[in-house]
T-cell receptor
Framework: DAGVIQSPRHEVTEMGQEVTLRCKPI?????LFWYRQTMMRGLELLIY????????DSGMPEDRFSAKMPNASFSTLKIQPSEPRDSAVYFCASSLNEGVYNEQFFGPGTRLTVL | KQEVTQIPAALSVPEGENLVLNCSFT??????LQWFRQDPGKGLTSLLL?????REQTSGRLNASLDKSSGRSTLYIAASQPGDSATYLCAVRDNYGQNFVFGPGTRLSVLP
């Protein structure tokens, strides 16, 4: 398996622009997580999906952030409009939530810079 | 609200030493705890997952223990190597959902 795939790996944009981050989870996994990592705040959970349904989005910082999972193999995290303070590394992770087996596997991340 | 701390924040040791990394959490009602490794500019690699009913897990030179009642986990690395240099993070999953709360990490440097 190729693991969790994220694109783009790097994104540089200007303040006010729309940014869309993409994630393909590991095939067969039924849970998907979006995280943000910064030096100041560490790794924070933004939202997670179970069977394509958003379960907890309490970590989404503002209404400018939205996430979708139209099917089991694809998810997007959108920021509109973007701001410099959104600059961070965004990780997607997936797991098979079945019984006690729910180890999370992370993608390589998208490094976002908002100028 | 669950809070996770890790001590020390940074550690530098000579090659060959055995070392212990510590993780503490405030709410003992956890479902499991996972240790990760993160190399600079990279994603997280899962090392070990311990279920709440387990006391320890081992993988090669790594051994992770869990004392749920005291809110602690340790990651033991035997015979450290320069390739072990990375940031090590622990994360706990609570009993109420799939929310993983991460610690700030311990940055490990193993000197040749």
């Amino acid at each position: 398996d190729a693991g969790v795939i994220q694109s783009p790996r790097h994104e540089v944009t200007e303040m006010g622009q729309e940014v869309t981050l993409r994630c393909k989870p590991i095939s067969g996994h039924n849970s998907l997580f979006w995280y943000r990592q910064t030096m100041m705040r560490g790794l924070e959970l933004l939202i997670y999906f179970n069977n394509n349904v958003p379960i907890d989005d309490s970590g989404m910082p503002e209404d400018r952030f939205s996430a979708k999972m139209p099917n089991a193999s694809f998810s997007t995290l959108k920021i509109q409009p973007s701001e410099p303070r959104d600059s961070a590394v965004y990780f997607c992770a997936s797991s098979l939530n079945e019984g006690v087996y729910n180890e999370q596997f992370f993608g390589p991340g998208t490094r976002l810079t908002v100028l | 609200k669950q809070e996770v701390t890790q001590i020390p924040a940074a550690l530098s040791v000579p090659e060959g030493e055995n070392l212990v990394l510590n993780c503490s959490f405030t709410d003992s009602a956890i479902y499991n705890l996972q240790w990760f490794r993160q190399d600079p500019g990279k994603g997280l690699t899962s090392l070990l997952l311990i279920q709440s009913s387990q006391r320890e897990q081992t993988s090669g030179r790594l051994n992770a223990s869990l004392d749920k009642s005291s809110g602690r986990s340790t990651l033991y690395i035997a015979a450290s190597q320069p390739g072990d240099s990375a940031t090590y993070l622990c994360a706990v999953r609570d009993n109420y959902g799939q929310n993983f709360v991460f610690g700030p990490g311990t940055r490990l440097s193993v000197l040749p």
